[in-house]
């Protein structure tokens, strides 16, 4: 029997540690997968096919979710609702300045009032989305350190007590307005990032 056919992994020469390296053909090694590497030349003592990964590769502390949970998104929705708020203030603040100055020549005095109102309109708008995403943030840690369970069900009860608190100076009226727009604007998030799920979930329809 010829061990040096094509495709048999004779072996000639000799490894790095004395013992003999297996020789691959160029048919074999075509054959390889190599996902996202490069190209490995024929002449390595290495076989390729124990280099590919089929899962991700990296450590995690124990106990450790390969996903951030909610307190370590608080940071982010707070900071962005607070840089949210105050770019669409200023640009609000913005146009009612030249509104309310529109009878104005274009001096100093104009001037001061339009950035006035910018200045006010933005500090205005960030404090109100800072405050619903601190809210929502803390209720939802809240929520999930008491169930010890992170769904959609966190979602929707963390926004829907966000607009009962936040509304809680204007009455009973005030508060279920706020807690049905909480509801309708959590709910809505959660089918948003649900919606490929129940798409492909869901019978087609012809």
């Not at 502390?61 to 105050?86: D, V």
């Not at 309310?100 to 274009?106: F, G, S």
């Amino acid at each position: 029997m010829d061990n040096n056919t094509p495709g048999s992994g004779s072996f000639k020469g000799f490894g790095l540690f004395g013992g003999a390296a297996p020789e691959y053909s160029n048919s074999e090694l075509a054959g390889v997968p190599l996902t996202g590497m490069s190209p490995l030349s024929p002449y390595l003592n290495v076989d390729p096919r124990y280099l590919v990964q089929d899962t991700d590769e990296f450590i995690l502390p124990t106990g450790a979710s390969k996903t951030r949970g909610r307190f370590e998104l608080a940071f982010f929705t707070i900071g962005g609702s607070c840089i949210t708020g105050a770019a669409f203030g200023t640009v609000n603040g913005l146009r009612m300045g030249l509104t309310e100055t529109r009878d104005m020549a274009w001096s100093k005095p104009r001037n001061v009032q339009i950035l006035n109102m910018v200045t006010r309109q933005g500090a205005s708008w960030a404090n109100k989305l800072g405050s619903v995403a601190l809210l929502y943030s803390v209720f939802g840690v809240a929520i999930e350190k008491a169930r010890g369970a992170e769904d959609d069900i966190n979602t929707v009860a963390a926004g829907t007590l966000t607009g009962v608190l936040f509304k809680s100076t204007s009455g009973l009226k005030g508060m279920a307005r706020g807690g049905l727009v909480g509801l309708a604007m959590s709910g809505l998030y959660a089918l948003y990032n649900n919606w490929d799920h129940l798409k492909g979930a869901s019978p087609s329809h012809y």
